[in-house]
């Protein structure tokens, strides 16, 4: 099966600055690589995605890459804000059966 | 967009009791739902997919009798928690997928105490 490993578990950085989260998968056969934001008590909010055939996708100052060849994949925020501070998930999933795979989660916090 | 509503926010039993959580789609059919438990400070782990008129599909070490699942419309799927101890005390989160859509919608998740 599926084996997502995230990187760090948490992330402190200064309000302005930007964070990167980094996750690996194990299976080539996943195309499709959300990220999620859960902050407490609530569900995961999905924040951007990406899927196989496309290399870097941006929305604003959140930005994800995807590396086939090496299975890994990124999310970028720039211009950080204290209101980004939430636990953040990736994710991997295939075509069929859309089962998701979560990363362990990252603690991000953004000091004023 | 697509909305998840998941009920209730927060549900505090005695033990030995059973425990009802209803995740509805609001806006789109959901031909397949998900539930995740997820401990403190811990990522979300599948316990069972559910497909509308069909038994769920439970994930190897989850107790199907115990973690009851009914999927029986495009719009409702409800997981009842069965004979409660402390230990089944979490944050249980629902997730609705449309069709074959990639991108599916979690509920906002409902805390579990059993006392």
């Known amino acids: 099966g599926e084996n997502v490993e995230q990187h760090p578990s948490t992330l402190s950085v200064q309000e302005g600055d930007s964070a990167v989260i980094k996750c690996t998968y194990s299976?080539?056969?996943?195309?499709?690589f959300p990220w999620y934001k859960q902050e407490l008590g609530k569900g995961p909010q999905l924040i951007i995605d990406i899927r196989s055939n496309v290399g870097e996708k941006k929305d604003q100052r959140i930005a994800v890459t995807l590396n086939k060849t090496a299975k890994h994949f990124s999310l970028h925020i720039t211009e950080t804000q204290p209101e980004d501070s939430a636990v953040y998930f990736c994710a991997a999933s295939k075509a069929t059966g859309n089962q998701f795979y979560f990363g362990t989660g990252t603690s991000l916090t953004v000091i004023p | 967009g697509a909305v998840v509503s998941q009920h209730p926010s927060w549900v505090i039993c005695k033990s030995g009791t059973s425990v009802k959580i209803e995740c509805r789609s609001l806006d789109f059919q959901a031909t397949t739902m998900f539930w995740y438990r997820q401990f403190p400070k811990q990522s979300l782990m599948l316990m069972a997919t559910?497909?509308?008129?069909?038994?769920?599909?439970?994930e190897q070490g989850v107790e199907k009798d115990k973690f009851l699942i009914n999927h029986a419309s495009l719009t409702l799927s409800t997981l009842t928690v069965t004979s409660a101890h402390p230990e089944d005390s979490s944050f249980y989160i629902c997730?609705?997928?449309?069709?074959?859509?990639?991108?599916?919608?979690f509920g906002s998740g409902t805390r579990l105490t059993v006392v």
């Open positions: 559910s497909n509308e008129g069909s038994k769920a599909t439970y």
């Open positions: 299976d080539s056969a996943s195309n499709y």
């Open positions: 997730s609705a997928a449309q069709g074959t859509v990639y991108g599916y919608t």
